[in-house]
């Protein structure tokens, strides 16, 4: 890039930049390539974003063009300003504590069980070779399927009168059958234990990327002087592989906040609000009632945890990747 | 050679490749099973193979509609993203003007927050422009989304393009777009192939914007019309099977064709971070 970074500086400083950057046909081509990409990305995540924020302190239904413009037929605004309340009011909702302690678990299970897993495994197959290569295949597979594909398989494969927990019920002998996805506690961990299924092969891909490109003398050396392999793992290819881990962490955190696809095809939040996440509790309470403000309060909240992480995590472990 | 370490080995990794695959192999098989025999053996072998099931969703002109609309959706999204994120990220990788750096965090913005965060504004926004019930209201906030992600690439695979080719067709007289479209585009195919793979898988999976943007039957995307035939068949597992297995087999099928081009974007998102 020196040639063009020559260019920029030595046009700062002088006084025709523009007609030195229209010459060159760096100004036509900055005009025609940015545009599409700017305007796209500001009406459609900028901008609403930024009328959540707005939206969050009335109560509206959403019809009209915003909750504060003058309704000419009724002589009203279309909404009502309510302050706070939305948000006092998502607080104070046990199926939103609920919410984001599901949220919180979600996360906290995909740290500290599913990457171990994905990280041990990435060890396992991490060297190149015929039969590695398929198991690396077989165990990315759920990755690439849909979320609302996994999450049918698995209501069947945990329905009571028909899969695994029919299985179980007959075994343990059980009077009734056992449905997991109905139960209290039991319907969440069963989502917990798919989002390990379907994710940890894409953190293992990211681990395996990782092992590969750490020199291979460096193993061959330390394996003369005699370390064993939980050695060489413990004491060369993890602390090697921090930055690929910082990724999958990021990645993790911020799909944990995300998970929306899963739940409804295997419990819908139920039973009883017990299993919903942030984002279905979003999609239940806010768009599924037609309550703008509610759910954008709810969505302001959800935007500040990500971006707070975001943040948080670039300037502390991060730092300097 | 083999000694008990590897057949540890493989053992442990053969019990996770079964925990994968039962699930599956039940879910392909049950489609030819009757619901009493799903009931009593639901993860063996049918004793008969019943092909009505998948006989009827394939004779379904909705199943085909469903595919067809998650195939446009996907497609129109993935050029949109590929493209004009591939020209934003030119323009930021070929010239350092004022702003540029702050333009280019802007959009980073997108890869910070889940973007289920805007979705009540994002609802009325689509509304507002009557996208509402099209493919494009799908589209256009996939793509912005998307967008992020694939400046994000394209900007590093860019800068690491050899100067020396861009002075030497400056000599020759070529501008700079036309030097995107002749030298840049083509010399990226194999960054252009992963993003799109991995655009594409996104949206074919996509659950959550077709369910609020799209309302009309006639435009619902296979996602939407499997959690309808589940809706349907509540008693009959085996003809959601059938459904879900009929579209999982296209997805792994591209799954096999374009893993190369996956591992090498998880690659890349690993080595650069």
């Known amino acids: ?321 | 050679m083999y000694d008990w370490k590897d057949a540890g080995r493989i053992s442990v990794l053969l019990f996770v490749s079964s925990l994968i695959l039962i699930p599956l192999a039940a879910t392909v098989l049950g489609g030819f099973k009757t619901s009493g025999e799903l009931r009593v053996s639901p993860f063996g072998i049918p004793d008969q193979w019943h092909m009505e099931f998948y006989g009827e969703i394939f004779a379904d002109a909705n199943f085909w509609r469903y595919l067809w609309n998650s195939l446009l959706i996907s497609l129109l999204t993935v050029f949109l993203t590929v493209f004009m994120g591939a020209m934003a990220a030119y323009a930021f990788a070929q010239v350092r003007f004022f702003g540029s750096e702050f333009l280019f965090s802007y959009m980073l913005l997108g890869l910070m927050f889940p973007f289920a965060a805007a979705i009540m504004p994002l609802f009325l926004t689509v509304r507002d422009l009557g996208l509402l019930d099209t493919p494009w209201g799908v589209v256009l906030p996939q793509v912005a989304f998307g967008l992020a992600f694939s400046i994000m690439f394209f900007r590093t695979f860019f800068s690491q393009m050899p100067e020396e080719l861009f002075e030497a067709a400056r000599v020759d007289g070529c501008g700079y777009i036309k030097f995107f479209f002749l030298f840049t585009l083509p010399l990226s195919t194999p960054i252009l192939a992963t993003i799109a793979t991995f655009v594409f898988v996104q949206s074919w999976n996509n659950y959550l914007l077709p369910l609020i943007m799209l309302n009309d039957r006639a435009g619902y995307t296979w996602t939407l019309g499997a959690m309808d035939y589940r809706g349907e068949y509540t008693a009959e597992w085996n003809r959601t099977l059938a459904f879900v297995s009929a579209t999982l087999a296209p997805a792994v099928v591209f799954f096999l064709a374009a893993q190369k081009y996956i591992v090498a974007g998880l690659t890349g998102g690993a080595v650069k971070g």
């Open chain 1, 1 to 321: 890039m020196v040639t063009t970074t020559d260019y920029a500086t030595q046009a700062t400083l002088k006084p025709n930049v523009f007609r030195r950057m229209w010459t060159d046909g760096q100004l036509k081509m900055l005009l025609i390539f940015l545009p599409p990409a700017l305007l796209v990305f500001t009406v459609f995540v900028i901008l609403p974003m930024l009328q959540a924020g707005f939206f969050a302190p009335y109560k509206w239904s959403g019809y009209g063009p915003a909750p504060w413009v003058l309704n000419e037929d009724t002589g009203r605004e279309f909404g009502r300003w309510v302050g706070s309340q939305n948000f006092e009011r998502m607080w104070g909702h046990s199926a939103f504590q609920q919410a984001f302690e599901n949220t919180l678990l979600v996360i906290a299970v995909s740290l500290l069980i599913q990457l171990p897993i994905a990280l041990f495994l990435a060890l396992l197959i991490y060297q190149n070779s015929r039969i590695n290569t398929i198991f690396r295949l077989v165990f990315f597979l759920p990755y690439i399927m849909a979320e609302v594909a996994t999450g049918l398989i698995f209501s069947f494969v945990l329905d009571g009168n028909y899969g695994l927990s029919k299985w179980f019920s007959d075994l343990m002998g059980y009077e009734t059958a056992f449905f997991p996805l109905a139960e209290k506690p039991w319907a969440f961990y069963s989502i917990l234990a798919v989002i390990v299924w379907k994710y940890f092969g894409f953190h293992m891909m990211i681990y395996i990327a990782g092992l590969q490109s750490i020199s291979k003398e460096l193993i061959e050396a330390a394996r003369i002087d005699g370390a064993t392999a939980t050695q060489r793992a413990f004491f060369i290819q993890i602390p090697l592989l921090w930055p690929a881990i910082t990724i999958s962490i990021f990645y993790s955190v911020l799909g944990g906040l995300q998970v929306f696809d899963l739940v409804m095809p295997m419990t819908a939040g139920g039973p009883s609000n017990s299993s919903h996440t942030l984002v279905s509790y979003l999609y239940n309470f806010g768009f599924v009632r037609l309550n703008v403000g509610f759910g954008s309060a709810v969505g302001v909240f959800l935007f500040a945890v990500g971006v707070v992480f975001a943040l948080v995590y670039r300037n502390t472990v991060q730092r300097g990747q």
